[in-house]
């Protein structure tokens, strides 16, 4: 190697060098060091991954996170190792969601397990044992029956039965792979995801908007409701609100959730519907319904889904198997010895504990009844 090769080769080592300084001390926390604004590229991925699983933190994880202050907490106060038990202050959403839709982004096509490949975007649990379920070689069925279910309420679908063309915008829409499956079951419809990670608005368009004319995707920085941001729609412009498996309500109602609440109130033509589904503790779906009552929404149909939540997490777990060892093998730090091992048996009971694998800590309370998979149809009079 020539003189000015060495140095061309020396001044790259020192910028990956800075590189990999900056993630180590920034954002080798992978549950805190991202922000919704991060749009991860591959490069970025792998560099905090590695950082991630060099630094402290997966020891940290697997033994010593602390146990949840809450009183509503005492049949599941175990540690991270037993059921990958993670508290809400141990993370921020800006950051899990970060890294999640760039792996999905990244990733690309991942094994099925009746064979062949798709693409991973539905960032949803869903459930089954439905009438608008989907074949069972559909690897995604799951998530897109949660999506039509909420259309399936009897008043939500002699309105928009009766109209030629519908508006419908999405709060927390994450991939949009949603919308744009709800986009294709309603004739006429229009449907706007809304997101506050920018990784998920990308993948929205690069993955599913590009595609179809009749889905569009947007970025609310900071999110609907936070420090008074509004929905980008005009006061009573919207046929159907949606909030699906998204990252509200995950404990209680608070002032976030009151401020998107006015928001699709907001939002809301006389006569159109806020539809919501999720998994969420029991108690909270009891205070959220009174609190849309007391607003003045009309309550319009109700469904327990809980039972089909647990089965299709059951039915569900092959899958979720095969896609964590593809995202484990897509990042060679996880394959060296003890240190990367650690670090891929700690990444893989983050990943199965969001997704509710059976096992995992939010799974069991789904099946003890501490959580209920829920939709809700309320009407705006």
């Known amino acids: 190697m020539n003189f000015i090769g060495a140095l061309v080769a020396l001044g790259i080592a020192v910028g990956l060098g800075y590189v990999m300084l900056d993630l180590f001390q920034k954002q080798g926390d992978m549950l805190k060091g991202f922000n919704g604004d991060m749009s991860l590229s591959p490069i970025q991925l792998q560099l905090g991954l590695t950082a991630f699983c060099l630094s402290p933190l997966p020891g940290v994880i697997e033994g010593t996170l602390p146990k949840e202050d809450t009183p509503f907490e005492p049949l599941f106060d175990q540690e991270f190792k037993d059921n990958g038990k993670v508290n809400e202050g141990d993370y921020t959403k800006d950051s899990i969601y970060a890294v999640l839709y760039g792996i999905y982004r990244t990733l690309g096509q991942v094994p099925a397990p009746s064979g062949g490949t798709y693409q991973f975007t539905f960032n949803t649990w869903g459930f089954t044992d439905v009438p608008w379920i989907l074949d069972e070689s559909e690897p995604q069925r799951h998530g897109k029956a949660a999506y039509q279910g909420l259309v399936e309420f009897e008043t939500v679908k002699e309105y928009l039965a009766q109209k030629k063309q519908s508006k419908f915008i999405e709060i927390g829409s994450g991939t949009g792979a949603g919308g744009n499956w709800i986009s294709t079951v309603v004739k006429g419809s229009q449907y706007t ?76 033509l006389p006569g159109g519907f806020f539809v919501w589904g999720n998994a969420l503790p029991t108690h909270v779906w009891h205070k959220g319904k009174t609190h849309l009552e007391k607003m003045g929404f009309v309550p319009c149909g109700e469904r327990n889904h809980t039972l089909g939540a647990v089965k299709a997490r059951q039915e569900d777990s092959k899958r979720v198997d095969m896609f964590v060892d593809s995202v484990i093998n897509n990042f060679p730090v996880m394959k060296i010895p003890i240190i990367g091992e650690k670090c891929a048996s700690v990444s893989a009971l983050l990943i199965k504990n969001f997704y509710r694998h059976p096992g995992t800590q939010l799974y069991e309370k789904m099946v003890v009844g501490y959580d209920s998979y829920m939709q809700l149809c309320f009407q705006k009079v």
Do not use: W, Y
């Open 193 to 268: 995801c809304l997101d506050m990670q920018r990784a998920a608005i990308d993948t929205c368009q690069e993955l599913h908007a590009k595609h179809n004319s009749r889905l569009e995707c947007k970025l609310v920085e900071g999110g609907v409701g936070n420090n008074g941001n509004p929905a980008p729609a005009e006061d009573a412009s919207t046929d159907v609100v949606v909030i699906s498996e998204t990252h509200i309500a995950e404990v209680d109602i608070g002032p976030e959730e009151e401020a998107i609440f006015a928001e699709i109130k907001r939002i809301l």
